[in-house]
């Protein structure tokens, strides 16, 4: 058998590898992953949007690259996936700087300055040879040509994008504008996220790294709520994989009542507290994959508060299956079963905290004005028909009215909106929470004066009991000082 080289046909396979999925986020965090490689201790990104040929530059201060190094860098499959990397290495196959800004672009230039000494190449999708693979290597006046190269550090990497024929997908003036608005705000929630570690410290301090989009500071989005004291932390598990360890931290968030509006808000605007549950992996303190069970359990209410953070090293790439784009990583049969007997154990305790407010409503009120009521493994609410104020209202009607009144009653419970209460809690329990603004006084007092002409007609009530009565009603949540004002005027001493 005689043996032939083959060489892939250049411009045919790199065209081929722009459509590996990558959208601009992953592109970019693909990018960011060299700059942290490279030890830089800030990375500037910016989009040129609103030019006719828009750009995208990616700046970092780190070490640098001469000329040799940066040719290297350039060419296809520079690093083999098998080769060992060191622990903060996040590359893997030597595709990344390629395939990520072929996703987006036409045209990449990089420019480094190491030692002083400013070295550049560019491939330009447009001008392959067919079978050829060529890279232009810049002289002196082109590198100053080139934009955005006069903020380079004394050392540092500038990978610029040109000719984006994806980035406006091909969109008319009109609604070209949002789409990029739409895409810079994907950015910067990703890079919040994966990078999360890095941009609060996390790491370390020597790895901490400053990130912007077009001048905006970002900050780290953690996905474990750590800043909340109402967050549970679990006790942290090791398995053993090979001859390296992974960690597994689970954690459950609290619930939206011990959020505040801004910190719900924060996170709402990045995820959705149902879809985000699950495992969440890193790579070497990078975020890899995450709002994933593995088929482990089904996302669901009672899983919902659940997290799982599970730290492996580079050294067990292979392992976890990670993909080019670094955006899947699939857990070894050791950590799978961890993670199982985990789930487990944590499933309940994400149920508690999620329904545990409920209960308390029923548990704390005397008088509740709902009753809840299981028959044959059903559930159903209904209206208390012995509340105080269904009580004291009966009692005002002559029989004929009071029967009506039952059935009204009756048909209240029969017809509550289930599914869609059950879709807004879901999705934005806090907007159900929020308080209107404090009622005029004069409107409260004669609102609560009209509530114990109902329930204490005879006036035989005792302040306590007016006072559970009332906020068995919800009616002044959040406005004791009004319920006690009226109280100290209307009950008498004693």
């Known amino acids: 058998m005689k043996q032939l080289s083959l060489p892939p046909r250049a411009s045919s396979l ?36 609103e030019e006719e040929d828009p750009s995208v530059a990616i700046l970092d201060d780190g070490r640098g690259m001469d000329e040799v190094e940066l040719v290297e860098a350039m060419r296809y499959g520079s690093k083999n996936p098998k080769d060992v990397r060191k622990q903060d290495d996040l590359g893997r196959f030597g595709l990344g700087l390629k395939t990520a800004s072929f996703s987006q672009c036409r045209k990449l230039t990089v420019i480094s ?14 001008v392959l040879a067919g079978d050829e693979w060529l890279i ?27 000719h984006l024929d994806r980035l406006t997908e091909r969109q008319t003036s009109e609604s070209r504008s949002e789409i990029l608005s739409e895409k810079l705000t994907l950015l910067t929630h990703h890079l919040s996220l994966v990078f999360h570690r890095f941009l609060s410290g996390e790491i370390g301090k020597t790895r901490k790294i400053a990130m912007s989009v077009n ?15 109402a967050t549970q932390p679990l006790p942290t598990q090791s398995v053993l994989v090979g ?56 996302k669901g209410e009672a899983t919902k508060l659940a997290r799982v ?25 050791e950590v799978r079963e961890q993670l199982r007997q985990i789930i487990g154990r944590i499933t309940d305790q994400s149920a508690r905290v999620h329904t545990g407010r409920s209960r308390k409503l029923f548990d704390k009120d005397v008088m509740p004005m709902w009753t809840r009521y299981v028959e044959r493994g059903a559930v159903r609410y209904a209206p208390n028909e012995d509340h105080p104020l269904f009580a004291g209202f009966s009692a005002l009607l002559a029989d004929d009215e009071r029967r009506k ?40 007092m004669l609102k609560l004066s009209q509530l114990r002409g109902i329930v204490d007609p005879k006036r035989e009530m005792g302040r306590e009991q007016f006072s559970r009565v009332v906020r068995s009603t919800r009616l002044m949540e959040g406005h004791d000082s009004l319920l006690e004002t009226f109280i100290a005027k209307d009950f008498k001493v004693g």
Not at 113 to 126: P, Q, T
């Open 405 to 444: 009144f039952r059935d009204i009653l009756e048909l209240v419970g029969t017809s509550i909106p289930v599914e869609a209460i059950y879709s807004d809690y879901s999705n934005v329990p806090k907007d159900l929470d929020t308080k209107a603004d404090v009622p005029d006084a004069t409107a409260v």
């Open 14 to 49: 790199a065209e081929s590898l722009r459509d590996l999925g990558y959208s601009l986020e992953t592109a970019v965090a693909d990018i960011v992953d060299n700059s942290i490689t490279a030890h830089s201790k800030s990375v500037e990104i910016w989009c040129a949007a």
């Open 113 to 126: 300055r190491k030692g002083g000494k400013l070295s550049g190449a560019v491939w330009n999708l447009d």
């Open 243 to 298: 001859n390296h360890q992974v960690s597994i931290h689970p954690y459950i968030l609290p619930h939206h009542s011990k959020l505040s509006r801004k910190e719900f808000d924060f996170y709402r605007s990045r995820s959705d507290f149902l879809s985000n549950q699950g495992a969440y992996v890193y790579r070497s303190g990078r975020l890899m994959a995450w709002g994933d069970w593995f088929r482990l359990v089904s």
């Open 215 to 229: 001048g905006h500071k970002l900050v780290g989005f953690d996905p474990f709520c750590r800043n909340n004291k």
């Open 309 to 333: 953070q599970i730290d492996f090293p580079a050294e067990l790439d292979e392992f976890w299956t990670i993909d080019i784009k670094k955006s899947r990583a699939y857990p070894p049969p």
């Open 136 to 162: 232009g290597v810049l002289n002196k006046s082109d590198i100053k040509k080139v934009p955005w190269c006069e903020r380079l550090s004394e050392s540092g990497t500038l990978v610029l994008w040109e």
